[in-house]
């Protein structure tokens, strides 16, 4: 039995659990320094524009969570420095949030946290900022049972990030010219719901599979009658905090989950979201089409995509695939290729009863940090059924962080229907 998440309202500081070593202001340090890298003034003033435009009032797949939406997607790479250094470099992200290390020598606190092993250490987390939709959360991990090996799509752990860009040619030149791996592309959708969309996926240099999406005159399952998935573009046409041509931000998380009915009835039951757009199979039973496309074993089978959508902010994309080699193991948040995808609410405290009403399971929180550059933001994990960890986020008074950062990290609150 769950236990009443009031009474385990726990504070980051002061108590002995973490073996926090680097001093606050080191940290302050390091994330200002890697903020200054990027060259943001005109950004931020049209961030103070933005934020002062009426704040969006629209209840599409927010159900009774009171879930704003995405904030961000977290990713365990094997190296988080040249993790940081490929999104600034090639991607032109920021990273103004950067903090840890975390570990509990002793105790089952990080396994009571994050469902790792308990002597599980947390090196690094470095928030990264990409265009105007949610961040993307990287860590560094030491675990006893750590998983090296790198998910594929057809993978039960499989997953990817997909980045709206309004000229994919454009983009996906610009990512051929940083020697980025590539696969098949730029791929228009020509039939079915989901035609209007072009895509290509690339591979980057630490396992993480990120996707151009486009869809300049929207797709084919947008009839009047059918509420709309959501789209960066809605916060506007323009290109910032970015050096990729015409990037907007994250579109949608894809992941790969054994039973894509069940996992969008999930989303739709549990967290209020909404499903209009479902498409596929797609299979090529002679060629190497799925390999050139998705890099996945040419005879791989997309049972079905469904796209879910939950409050303003990136979907989820549901995937249900068939492949000889397909790996049936969840991955821990330590392992490499780990991942969870976090969403903003309003009232953390509300919101996680509402969860625990609903039977989901519950990791440690509502946990409040109240320390370092991160102070402010309150968590809580939680397992879903498919075996991704859905994380709820809020900090209604914003982070530390944000006293000394010229850029900031992109607030789900600032999105437009
Ligand atoms: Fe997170
Ligand atoms: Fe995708």
């Given amino acids: 039995m769950n236990k009443d998440p009031r009474s385990e309202h726990n504070e980051l500081s002061g108590n002995g659990l973490f073996e926090n070593s680097m001093p606050r202001r080191d940290f302050l340090s390091k994330s200002a320094k890697l903020a200054a890298a990027a060259a943001v ?59 840890g290390p975390f570990s509990d020598p002793t105790g089952t606190f990080m396994q009571d946290l994050l469902g790792v092993d308990p002597r599980a250490v947390v090196d690094q987390i470095t928030m990264l900022r990409i265009g105007h939709s949610a961040n993307i959360e990287l860590f560094q991990y030491e675990a006893p049972d750590q998983n090296h090996t790198h998910p594929r799509n057809s993978d039960w752990a499989g997953h990817h990030i997909a980045f709206y860009v309004t000229d994919i040619d454009a983009a996906v030149a610009y990512m051929e010219s940083k020697g980025v791996q590539k696969f098949l592309g730029p791929f228009p959708v020509t039939s079915g719901p989901a035609s209007g969309q072009s895509i290509n996926y690339f591979k980057t240099p630490f396992g993480t599979y990120i996707e151009f999406i486009t869809y300049p005159k929207g797709m084919a399952y947008q009839v009047p009658s059918v509420k709309p998935l959501w789209s960066p573009k809605l916060n506007g046409l323009d290109s910032v905090a970015t050096k990729v041509p015409g990037l907007l931000g994250i579109d949608h998380i894809g992941i790969t989950v054994p039973d894509v009915v069940a996992a969008a009835a999930w989303f739709e039951n549990v967290l209020g979201f909404i499903n209009p757009l479902t498409f596929g199979p797609f299979r090529d039973d002679t060629g190497t089409f799925m390999q050139d496309l998705l890099d996945v074993d040419p005879r791989a089978v997309v049972d079905q995509i469904r796209m879910v959508r939950g409050g303003n902010g990136p979907n989820v994309e549901l995937f249900q695939y068939e492949a000889p080699d397909q790996s049936h193991t969840f991955r821990k948040n330590s392992d490499y290729g780990g991942k969870h995808i976090a969403f903003y609410v309003r009232n953390i405290d509300k919101a996680v009863e509402f969860m625990q009403s609903k039977g989901v399971e519950k990791l440690l929180g509502p946990f409040a940090v109240t320390s370092g550059p991160a102070a402010g933001q309150t968590i809580n994990y939680f397992r879903a059924p498919f075996g991704t960890f859905i994380e709820l ?16 990290l992109w607030n789900p609150r600032d999105n437009h229907p």
């Fill in 393 to 408: 986020i809020s900090y209604p008074h914003g982070m530390a962080y944000q006293t000394t950062a010229p850029i900031l």
């Fill in 41 to 99: 003034a005109p950004l931020l003033a049209a961030e103070q524009a933005r934020a002062a435009v009426t704040r969006a009032v629209d209840d599409i797949g927010r159900g009774e969570l009171g879930l704003v939406g995405t904030d961000h997607v977290g990713l365990t790479v094997p190296n988080i420095g040249e993790a940081i250094a490929w999104f600034q470099d090639v991607m032109g992200a920021s990273a103004p949030l950067t903090f």
